[in-house]
């Protein structure tokens, strides 16, 4: 069974930093590409980031400016958010998933159950 | 950034009636779409791929058709468990949008 569990989330003040983690079990974590969602309070889905299997294709929504840093670590079948100078409208539920097909970007086949991270001060 | 639109923002639908909940690209994204169900509380689930192809274990009430910029996603006969918003998503050329969510809501 394939599993997603993020962790990492919590209440940071607005201009501080925050890592996010994904521990993945149930496939062959270097297989497939991974990517990062959020969901804000009551709104819809907003893709954060992806990485390929290697790392070697990496990619973030425009929104981001260059704020949020995504890595994996084939060795310990992990997915990492580093969140950088944090604002209040990144508030929202990040969640990790899986992409469909193996060493591609695709749709997203597989989800974890979401960590929140609010901003606020 | 290919930006993706839905149609209508709500729908209003009798249990047993057909649902169709359509969705366009900002430009061609070929057949590299895919819907997605959630359910307040839970994490998205991935229905349709490719457009067209159904993801493991969803009922075959669900459909998927389109190519280009213009697709649908059609629920055959709405069943009580289908109530829940719906989101299209492309990922053409290296990127990845969502559209803005279609709700399916009890008439």
């Known amino acids: 069974e394939v599993q997603l569990v993020e962790s990492g989330g919590g209440l940071v003040q607005p201009g501080r930093s925050l890592g996010l983690s994904c521990v993945a079990s149930g496939f062959t974590f270097d297989d497939y590409a991974l990517h990062w969602v959020r969901q804000a309070p009551g709104k819809g889905l907003e893709w954060v980031s992806g990485?390929?299997?290697?790392?070697?294709?990496?990619g973030y929504a425009d929104s981001l400016k260059g704020r949020f840093i995504i890595s994996r670590d084939n060795t310990k079948s992990s997915l990492y958010l580093q969140m950088n100078r944090l604002r209040p409208e990144d508030t929202a539920l990040y969640y990790c998933?899986?992409?469909?097909?193996?060493?591609?970007?695709?749709?997203?086949?597989?989800w974890g159950q979401g960590i929140l991270v609010t901003v606020s001060s | 950034e290919i930006v993706m639109t839905q149609s209508p923002a709500t729908l209003s639908v009798s249990p047993g009636e057909r649902a169709i909940v359509s969705c366009r690209a900002s430009q061609s994204v070929s057949n590299n779409l895919a819907w997605y169900q959630q359910k307040p509380g839970q994490a998205p689930r991935l229905l349709i791929y490719g457009a067209s192809t159904r993801a493991t274990g969803i009922p075959v009430r669900f459909s998927g058709s389109g190519s280009g910029t213009d697709f649908t996603l059609t629920i055959s006969s709405l069943q009580s468990e289908d109530f829940a918003v719906y989101y299209c998503q492309q990922y053409d050329n290296g990127g990845i949008t969502f559209g803005p969510g279609t709700k399916v809501d009890i008439k």
């Open positions: 990485i390929d299997w290697n790392s070697g294709s990496i």
């Open positions: 998933a899986r992409g469909g097909a193996a060493g591609t970007w695709d749709y997203l086949a597989y």
